[in-house]
C-alpha cells in the first residue's frame, strides 16, 4: 500500500498520561499535514510541514502538542498531559509541493483515534 | 478562503443521482472549489475541483455557476458505498509560503437508501 499510513489506528489512555501518533506520508510527497477531528464536525488544521521544516501551526495547538518530522519523511504528533477533551480523531495528510499539490489536494490517512478516559 | 454553505444532511435512492449543493458567495477570482468526501471511520478522500469550467472524473462531476458562486457536485449513479459525509471547501492556489491546508465545515451528510 503506497497510501498514507497512521499508527496506531486506535489508542485509549488515561487523563494525564503522555501519547505518540506516527505518520508515515506518501513518499514522493513532501508537505505533510495534522489535522484534528472530533465527533460530529469536520476536521481542523493542527499544523504543517515542508519538508523537516514546521511552517504553520494552528492556535488549536497548544503547548502540550508538539509536532516533529526529523527527517522530512515520517512525522510524529505527541500530546502531553491528555484532557478528556483531546478525545479525537487525529489525522495525517500529505502532497506534493508546487502545482501538483494545488491539482491532486491532499492524501489522508485513516486516522488514529484517541480516547482519554 | 471564502466560506461554503451546505445542507446538513440529504437523502438518495440508490441508483438515482445525488446532487449536492453548495453556496460560496463570497469566492474570490482565484479561488478553486474542492469537493472531499469521508466515509464513516475513514480519512478525507478527494473527489474533484475546478475553478470556472464544469468538470468531470470517474468518480463525479462538478458543476459551478457562471457566477462562481455557488456549484453542484453530481454523484450519477449513487450506490450505497456512497453513504459519506461530503464537503465543499474554497481555497486559493498556493501563493508564498502558503501551506495548501483545507478549512472543513460541516459538509453534507448523505444517505444512499435502498
Known amino acids: 500500500d503506497t497510501g498514507v499510513s497512521q499508527d496506531p489506528r486506535h489508542k485509549i489512555t488515561k487523563r494525564g498520561q503522555n501519547v505518540t501518533f506516527r505518520c508515515d506520508p506518501i513518499?514522493?510527497?513532501?508537505?505533510l499535514y495534522w489535522y484534528r477531528q472530533t465527533l460530529g464536525q469536520g476536521p481542523e488544521f493542527l499544523t504543517y510541514f515542508q519538508n523537516e521544516a514546521q511552517l504553520e501551526k494552528s492556535r488549536l495547538l497548544s503547548d502540550r502538542f508538539s509536532a516533529e518530522r526529523p527527517k522530512g519523511s515520517f512525522s510524529t504528533l505527541e500530546i502531553q498531559r491528555t484532557e478528556q477533551g483531546d478525545s479525537a480523531m487525529y489525522l495525517c495528510?500529505?502532497?506534493?509541493?508546487?502545482?501538483?499539490?494545488?491539482?491532486?489536494?491532499?492524501?489522508f490517512g485513516e486516522g488514529s483515534r484517541l480516547t482519554v478516559l | 478562503d471564502a466560506k461554503t454553505t451546505q445542507p446538513p444532511s440529504m437523502d438518495c435512492a440508490e441508483g438515482r443521482a445525488a446532487n449536492l449543493p453548495c453556496n460560496h458567495s463570497?469566492?474570490?477570482?482565484?479561488?478553486?472549489v474542492y469537493w472531499y468526501r469521508q466515509i464513516h471511520s475513514q480519512g478525507p478522500q478527494y473527489i474533484i475541483h475546478?475553478?470556472?469550467n464544469n468538470e468531470t472524473n470517474e468518480m463525479a462531476s462538478l458543476i459551478i455557476t457562471e457566477d462562481r458562486k455557488s456549484s453542484t457536485l453530481i454523484l450519477p449513479h449513487a450506490t450505497l458505498r456512497d453513504t459519506a459525509v461530503y464537503y465543499c471547501i474554497v481555497r486559493a492556489p498556493y501563493s508564498g509560503a502558503g501551506s495548501y491546508q483545507l478549512t472543513f465545515g460541516k459538509g453534507t451528510k448523505l444517505s444512499v437508501i435502498p
Open positions: 495528510a500529505s502532497s506534493p509541493s508546487g502545482d501538483r499539490g494545488l491539482l491532486v489536494g491532499l492524501f
Open positions: 475546478g475553478l470556472k
Open positions: 463570497t469566492i474570490s477570482g482565484n479561488e478553486y
Open positions: 513518499s514522493e510527497h513532501n508537505r
